[in-house]
């Protein structure tokens, strides 16, 4: 079946520097890649996905790269924010599992 | 759209006592999961359906837990009996189709088993 890694497991940055999680899968047949983020108390919500046939998607600060080769991608958090802090749960699906693989987390702190 | 409802939103029983979980998806779903959360194990699936069938329940822990989806609007996870390390919070999700969309999560039941 699919395994996901994800690292950093934690990950502290200033207020306004850039974040960058990574996370590796191992079944080549995966093709969708969501990103979740899960606030303290609350539920994971999706907040930027891409697919197979995408190398980069942005959306305002947030971006996430796919490389298909390497089997890995990556969720790029731009002038962060307090806000920003909370746990990042990347996942891949589409291969021979048809439900998504959570990676273990990230836990994002931002230093005001 | 209300989104995934979950009921209820904590629950504190004693230990031997039976939990019902309750999970009403987002109308048009056609897949339902239910995940466990803990800080030692992070997320962890337990079962899934698709179109009101169980597809993989290699997650549930044991045979003290089960999963039923009478309809495509309502599913429910029962512990019985329930033991103080199924202390967690458990989660369900639904999504349009399992593998090619991402999931919208409920607000999650937080269980404490004493």
């Known amino acids: 079946g699919e395994n996901v890694e994800q690292h950093p497991s934690t990950l502290s940055v200033q207020e306004g520097d850039s974040a960058v999680i990574k996370c590796t899968y191992s079944?080549?047949?995966?093709?969708?890649f969501p990103w979740y983020k899960q606030e303290l108390g609350k539920r994971p919500q999706l907040i930027i996905d891409?697919?197979?046939?995408?190398g980069e998607k942005k959306d305002q600060r947030i971006a996430v790269t796919l490389n298909k080769t390497a089997k890995h991608f990556s969720l790029h958090i731009t002038e962060t924010q307090p806000e920003d802090s909370a746990v990042y749960f990347c996942?891949?699906?589409?291969?021979?599992?048809?439900?998504?693989?959570f990676g273990s987390g990230t836990q994002l702190t931002v230093l005001p | 759209d209300a989104g995934v409802i979950q009921s209820p939103r904590h629950e504190v029983t004693e230990m031997g006592q039976e939990v019902t979980l309750r999970c009403k998806p987002i109308?048009?779903?056609?897949?339902l999961f239910w995940y466990r959360q803990t800080m030692m194990r992070g997320l962890e699936l337990l079962i899934y359906?698709?179109?009101?069938?169980?597809?993989?329940d290699s997650g549930m822990p044991e045979d003290r837990f089960s999963a039923k989806m009478p309809n495509a609007s309502f599913s429910t996870l029962k512990i019985q009996p329930s033991e103080p390390r199924d202390s967690a919070v458990y989660f369900c999700?639904?999504?349009?189709?399992?593998?090619?969309?991402?999931?919208?999560f409920g607000s999650g039941t937080r269980l404490t088993v004493v």
């Open positions: 359906f698709n179109n009101n069938v169980p597809i993989d």
């Open positions: 999700a639904s999504s349009l189709q399992s593998g090619s969309y991402g999931y919208t």
């Open positions: 079944d080549s047949a995966s093709n969708y």
């Open positions: 891409i697919r197979s046939n995408v």
């Open positions: 109308s048009g779903h056609n897949s």
């Open positions: 996942a891949a699906s589409g291969g021979s599992a048809r439900q998504l693989t």
